[in-house]
């Protein structure tokens, strides 16, 4: 199974792919997904190693020689787990990290688990984070980079408090999968800090406003890289800049978008394939109108080397909210890394540090 696993993957057959897939995985990884990850850590297929058993079911396969595939089956034989990854890469404390300052706890977030970080010397601000869309855990880990946890310990090095956890699965709504636990979150650093705001990267900044509606105790929001533009378009500019097959996202990006989408539509006629019911809740939302209502402090952050949510494209829609001020990173990406980066730079952790303990934040 593991090595037809990776032929499709080589011949670019991810549609097939993913009909080895259960469905459990099915619904969360979909054959654009795949795509595109192969496409960031693979590439082309030199070479294959021979296939390593890890029990359980459980198999690992080296590609070109410094790329690992993990792989598990269930006991009907489809494939129920899948990772790519550098095997030596590990993450390391980013140098603005000092960890004599804090503390990290395991803690429930709602049903969540999770990550408590409190500061010795806290300056009463504290951080509920919120990853970007998919199945992302407490630190929003890709290979060896962890985006959130480079902002929770970098912020506590500051006296920022945070929490964070990981996100359930298969939620039919963007709703359902970030706010119950983030409101949770909220509630929780309320017991350790005088000011909580939410700061959330890509999707989870545009859930952010969300969020504050239904915790009304919240001072402000940071987001990072959170979109404005339809989500069906950026789908479409992101199959773009990888020079993947245009031709099918934009043909799944229109049916998320079309007039005839009912909660019937197979997840596998949508982008990601994310199930009908998640792009019908998308087309109630508006990010930003919600962010003028709810009338907060707003702290919106961009990186210009950004191709998935653009300086261009999507913080002009931020621009509208009366209380936001906007700050756009030249050199960093999406991630808010430098060009070969594997950390959050550290102006970013610095200028949220300062915000929060600012008047502006309210």
């Known amino acids: 199974m593991l090595r037809t696993l990776v032929e499709l993957a080589a011949a670019g057959r991810f549609d097939e792919l993913t009909e080895l897939f259960a469905p459990e995985l099915r619904a969360a990884v979909s054959a654009d997904i795949m795509r595109i990850a192969w496409a960031k850590e ?41 990772r790519l990854t550098a095997p030596d890469a590990q993450w390391q404390p980013p140098s603005y990290v000092q960890p004599d300052r804090f503390t990290e706890q395991e803690v429930l977030v709602g049903h969540q688990p999770g990550a408590l970080v409190l500061p ?35 912020l506590a090095s500051l006296g920022v408090a945070s929490v964070r956890f990981d996100k359930p699965t298969d ?14 979150g909220v509630d929780l650093l309320r017991q350790h800090v005088d000011r909580v705001y939410v700061a959330g990267h890509s999707a989870g900044g ?8 239904w915790a009304p105790t919240v001072a402000g929001l940071i987001l990072l890289a959170a979109d404005t533009s339809p989500m069906p378009a950026a789908v479409v500019r992101v199959a ?42 998308l087309r109630e939302y508006d990010q930003v109108a919600t962010a003028i209502e709810i ?11 950004d191709y998935q949510v653009t300086v261009e494209d999507d913080l002009p829609g931020w621009r509208r909210v009366p209380r936001a001020e906007a700050r756009i990173y030249p050199d960093l990406d999406h991630m808010f890394f430098q060009d070969n980066g594997s950390h959050v730079d550290q102006q970013v952790i610095d200028d949220i540090a300062a915000w929060v303990s600012s008047p502006a934040a309210g």
Request: charged share 20%.
């Open 206 to 213: 545009k859930i952010a406003p969300n969020v504050a509606q």
């Open 42 to 82: 693979v590439g082309a297929v030199r070479h294959v190693g021979e296939p390593i058993p890890l029990g359980d079911n459980r198999f690992s396969v080296l590609l070109n020689g410094d790329v690992e595939l993990r792989m598990s089956m269930d006991s009907l034989g489809r494939v129920n787990g899948l």
């Open 171 to 184: 939620t039919p709504t963007l709703i359902e999968e970030y706010v119950p636990a983030a409101v949770a």
């Open 295 to 305: 009338d907060r402090p707003v702290l919106a952050l961009q990186g210009g080397r």
């Open 120 to 154: 010795h010397n806290g300056n009463g601000a504290g951080i509920v984070l919120l990853s970007g869309a998919g199945a992302f855990d407490r630190d929003e880990t890709a290979g060896p980079m962890k985006m959130l946890k480079d902002l929770a310990w970098g």
């Open 240 to 281: 773009r800049h990888f020079g993947l097959e245009v031709d099918t996202m934009t043909r799944l990006a229109a049916r998320a978008a079309s007039p005839d989408l009912s909660p019937t539509t197979p997840a596998g006629d949508l982008p990601f394939g994310l199930p009908a019911t998640y792009w019908l809740q």
